[in-house]
């Protein structure tokens, strides 16, 4: 395949799009360690840990729908811009077949 040529075959490429969504939407982190925080502020390091780990489950929450949303709509559109220009490219493609020689 050349250097200026794309194949694209949809329909594993939309498959691997959804198997995006739907693993990222199964992750979760377990909340159990957020449980335990009221006791980590009577020690010196369960303060520090708390803001960091209030920020890894946020961060987490903002991950998981960015991959579940944004980050698929990019995809499927960059994948319906594909076809879409495929289709113009072949659109305008005219053969005639008098100069053909037939």
Known sequence: M????LHIDTFRYTGIVNE???TAASC???AK???????WNNTDVGKKMKPILESVYATE???KKQTTEALLAALFELRDSILATDKAVADSVKVDNEKNGE
């Not at 050349?2 to 040529?5: F, G, V």
């Open 2 to 5: 050349s250097e200026n040529e």
């Open 20 to 22: 995006i969504k739907n």
């Open 28 to 30: 979760n982190l377990s």
């Open 33 to 39: 360690p957020l449980e335990s925080v009221k006791a």
């Open 61 to 63: 929450e903002l991950y």
